[in-house]
């Protein structure tokens, strides 16, 4: 990948989250970063490794997932442009992570080591806010999610679903929207149908 092609993807990464980090910081993170692409199918993470990378997502979709005693695959949250892939409870145990995250289409990373990032963030305001965005965000949403279940029907927890990922219906398998749902493939399919007749 060229010059003008790496900053193309730290510029997009950054507007996307709206952070903004001047020249100097951009210059700390990209001597620490390197562009990654990962086809479909591909992991980032798989079960049983420990999580010593960060991957900001350029370009692509990712889940996260794991198999349950019964065999079945469980999708547990999705990843998409400007989120950040990493098991935080793997890292801060420092044991291995026991889900996989998994590219679902053609995807563009930027890869740090979470050691050489931890560095350069100490002391360092600008990227510390950054790192604290990215962060946040993800924690929002897996909150969201996780309270969801608790206190949502399967058809409004389908909308909350369209609203924290508005473009992921037609880029994700239905089987994996299911799962993630706590539903199955032709409940979710009833739902869909459904709210297509309400229009």
Do not use: W
């Not at 005693?69 to 892939?85: C, H, M, R, W």
């Not at 389908?158 to 994996?176: A, G, H, I």
Request: proline share 2%; aromatic share 12%.
């Amino acid at each position: 990948m060229n010059e003008n092609a790496y900053n193309v993807l730290l510029v997009n990464l950054l507007k996307s989250n709206d952070i903004f980090l001047d020249e100097e910081n951009v210059a700390l993170l990209k001597n620490i970063s390197k562009p990654k692409v990962l086809k479909k199918d591909m992991f980032f993470l798989q079960e049983g490794e420990k999580s010593t990378e960060i991957g900001f997502i350029i370009k692509g979709v990712f889940r996260s997932y794991y198999i349950d005693k019964s065999g079945n695959d469980v999708t547990k949250y999705f990843y998409a442009e400007g989120g950040i892939l990493f098991s935080y409870a793997a890292y801060l145990s420092q044991k291995e992570s026991m889900y996989c995250i998994q590219a679902l289409e053609d995807s563009e990373i930027l890869v740090v080591k979470i050691s050489n990032f931890e560095k350069i963030v100490e002391g360092n305001y600008q990227l510390l806010l950054f790192y604290k965005k990215m962060i946040d965000k993800v924690l929002v949403i897996k909150e969201e999610h996780a309270i969801s279940f608790k206190l949502l029907d399967s058809v409004k927890r389908y909308k909350q679903f369209l609203d924290t990922y508005p473009d992921l219906e037609e880029r994700v398998k239905q089987c994996y929207i299911a799962s993630y749902l706590g539903i199955t493939p032709v409940s979710l399919s009833r739902i869909r149908r459904k709210l297509n007749l309400n229009k």
